[in-house]
């Protein structure tokens, strides 16, 4: 079992950057595939980006590639996104996600955080 809990949400202009953070508990977070997703009102919920237990491997979505980097800190049980050159079109609740299967198929993902809004103006 895992518990999520993402922070570093806000409000930023377009073209700003910030960095969400999601601390995980449990002593096996550094065997977990760790993830990011987003929903905005209406919409579907979309994924973001993901990273393996070991970061040697990351994947983001078309949208946000060359903008967005995952990260991780085992030793901190904490996954990050740090997002750049952000649009309106990047707003969104953000959340993070957990895997013990294989960390790179978006429908393994079951452990969920409540999220973080982030919103980009113009």
């Known amino acids: 079992q895992v518990q999520l809990v993402e922070s570093g949400g806000g409000l930023v202009q377009a073209g700003g950057s910030l960095r969400l953070s999601c601390v995980a508990s449990?002593?096996?977070?550094?065997?977990?595939?760790m993830g990011w997703f987003r929903q905005a009102p209406g919409k579907e919920r979309e994924f973001v980006a993901a990273?393996?237990?070991?970061?040697?491997?990351?994947y983001y979505a078309d949208s946000v590639k060359g903008r967005f980097t995952i990260s991780r800190d085992n030793a901190k049980n904490t996954v990050y996104l740090q997002m750049n050159s952000l649009k309106p079109e990047d707003t969104a609740t953000y959340l993070c996600?957990?895997?013990?299967?294989?960390?790179?198929?978006?429908?393994?993902?079951?452990?969920w955080g409540q999220g973080t809004q982030v919103t980009v103006s113009l």
């Open positions: 996600a957990a895997t013990s299967r294989a960390w790179y198929l978006i429908r393994n993902y079951d452990y």
């Open positions: 990273i393996d237990w070991s970061s040697a491997r990351m």
């Open positions: 449990g002593r096996t977070f550094s065997s977990y595939g």
